[in-house]
């Protein structure tokens, strides 16, 4: 036996070799345990993180069509893949530089802006103007005209902008208070657009729709499967007994613009076979008022977005938009909601362009149910939007393919 060793060196070796076997499975083991652990904490952010489409009158600068689009640019949980231009409040060609010039503004060039329709499916500005005076009067009409003066009243704490001395047309492109832009829409039109990236990322995709839903409908008219393939659809539009004093809507409860200015359109997509819709209605948007101490409260911070209201917002009124879309962020906003199935009047008469809607054991062949909104946590709403105006931009998300906004 070499003097070196001793009987009991074999028994020695093969303990250590055990406890070194052992102590390595350990270590493995919090390897594991640690990149478990790391995936479960990130999966929550990685599950929030949703993506989404904007359909929007872009008409500006600041204004409700602006601050919705900045609240799902700013926030943290969603993922904008486009931005898609309709015309409603103004003309589509002036609305897109608004849009342009925001995303500049705020550093969110990255995210592409496509045009889509200039004129609805079938209502003409020459129609309505004709048969005002056997329908009456609305008013707001958008892009073709002023308020009537004959409208009177507005809601306590409200202001608007002044209107234009003279009303622009379709192909106008008046200069921008707050600069040209510099970047170009994409050449891809809205409606392939939102096909393209629905097919691209299917059942992942919410078409957020503040505007009228003309680019939508025309969408669904070239591909009727788009709407299953998406996740959902958000949609601001539509009234159904808002409890309120203003001109607008007090002896008109079933009248909302963006339903109205193009009725087949909305006919079109709420019978689409989306996996869920969700309506901000007028009866929940009027109770969420845009006020002067919201506004001093984001224009403290120096960041973009808050630095690009403080210069830019010139409307106190109502948060239509931008409670669709902070809804759409946080679903607990919203207090109640009225499951219905709707429709809208394309009857040409005085009711077209008015919502319908019906409960299940009554409804018309054909509809889709809906989640109309009706009720919402002010405070919660109020606190969201003040949070994601003050913040700075986040990053946008450069690996998924979108296509950009090129010079």
């Given at each position: 036996m070499?003097?070196s060793s001793?009987?009991?060196?074999?028994p020695a070796?093969?303990?250590?070799?055990?406890?070194?076997?052992?102590?390595?499975?350990?270590a493995?083991?919090?390897?594991?345990?640690?990149?478990?652990?790391a995936a479960g904490?990130?999966?929550p952010?990685?599950?929030?993180?949703r993506?989404v489409i904007i359909?929007?009158?872009?008409?500006g600068?600041?204004?409700?069509?602006?601050m919705?689009?900045?609240?799902l640019?700013?926030s943290?949980?969603?993922e904008?893949l486009g931005?898609?231009v309709?015309?409603?409040?103004?003309w589509?060609?002036d609305?897109?530089?608004?849009?342009?010039?925001m995303?500049e503004?705020?550093g969110r060039t990255d995210?592409?802006?496509?045009l889509?329709?200039?004129?609805?499916?079938v209502?003409?500005?020459e129609e309505?103007?004709?048969?005002?005076?056997l329908?009456?009067?609305?008013?707001?009409?958008?892009?073709w005209?002023?308020?009537?003066a004959?409208?009177t009243?507005?809601p306590?704490?409200s202001?608007e902008?002044p209107?234009?001395?003279?009303?622009?047309?379709?192909?106008?492109?008046?200069?921008?208070?707050?600069?040209?832009?510099?970047?170009?829409p994409?050449?891809e039109?809205?409606?392939?657009?939102?096909i393209r990236?629905?097919?691209?990322?299917p059942?992942e995709?919410?078409v957020?729709?503040?505007g009228p839903?003309?680019?939508i409908a025309?969408?669904?008219s070239?591909d009727?499967h788009?709407?299953?393939l998406?996740?959902?659809?958000?949609?601001m539009g539509?009234?159904?007994n808002?409890q309120?004093d203003?001109?607008?809507?007090?002896t008109?409860?079933?009248?909302e613009?963006?339903?109205?200015?193009?009725?087949e359109a909305?006919?079109?997509?709420?019978?689409?076979?989306w996996p869920?819709?969700d309506v901000t209605?007028?009866d929940?948007?009027?109770?969420?008022?845009?006020?002067?101490?919201m506004l001093?409260e984001?224009?403290k911070?120096p960041?973009?977005a808050?630095?690009?209201i403080a210069?830019?917002?010139q409307?106190?009124y109502?948060?239509?938009?931008e409670?669709?879309a902070c809804?759409?962020l946080?679903p607990?906003?919203i207090t109640q909601d009225?499951?219905l199935?709707?429709?809208?009047?394309?009857?040409?008469?005085?009711?077209?362009?008015e919502?319908?809607t019906?409960?299940?054991a009554l409804k018309?062949v054909?509809?889709r149910?809906?989640?109309?909104?009706?009720?919402l946590?002010?405070?919660?709403?109020r606190?969201l939007?003040?949070?994601?105006?003050?913040?700075?931009?986040?990053?946008g998300?450069?690996?998924?393919?979108?296509?950009?906004?090129?010079?």
């Open positions: 070499p003097a001793t009987p009991y060196d074999s070796r093969g303990f250590l070799a055990q406890a070194e076997r052992v102590r390595v499975r350990r493995y083991c919090r390897l594991i345990l640690f990149v478990l652990l904490t990130a999966a952010g990685i599950a929030q993180k993506l359909d929007q009158d872009t008409s600068p600041g204004g409700s069509n602006i919705s689009m900045m609240a640019l700013q943290p949980r969603a904008v931005i898609m309709v015309t409603g409040n103004a589509r060609d609305e897109a530089r608004h849009a342009l010039r995303l503004l705020i995210v592409p802006v496509a889509g329709a200039v004129f609805p499916l209502r003409t500005q309505t103007r004709l048969m005002t005076p329908v009456g009067q609305v008013a707001w009409l958008g892009a005209g002023r308020k009537p004959t409208v009243g507005a306590a704490g202001a902008p209107a234009p001395a003279v009303m622009p047309g379709p192909w106008d492109t008046p200069p921008l208070p707050e600069g040209e832009p510099h970047t170009k994409i050449a039109d809205a409606a392939h657009f939102l990236q629905v097919h691209a990322h059942h995709v919410t957020y729709a503040a839903l003309t680019n025309t969408a669904i070239i009727p788009l709407a299953e998406a996740r959902g659809l958000v949609v539509g009234s159904l808002p309120t203003d001109p607008e809507f007090a008109s409860p079933r009248h613009f963006n339903f109205w200015f193009d009725p909305a006919r079109i997509t709420l019978r689409a076979h869920r819709i209605t007028v929940v948007s009027i109770k969420a008022m845009f006020t002067e101490d001093a984001i224009s911070s960041n973009p808050a630095q690009y210069k830019n917002s409307e106190r109502y948060l239509w938009d409670l669709a809804a759409w946080d607990g906003i009225r499951e199935y709707m429709d809208v009047d394309v009857s040409h008469g005085p009711a077209y362009g919502t319908l019906w409960s299940a018309p054909g509809l149910l809906v989640h109309a909104q009706v009720d946590d002010l405070p919660r709403f606190n939007f003040i949070e994601l105006m003050s913040a700075p931009m986040p990053r998300g450069a690996a998924l393919e979108r296509g950009s906004a090129r010079p």
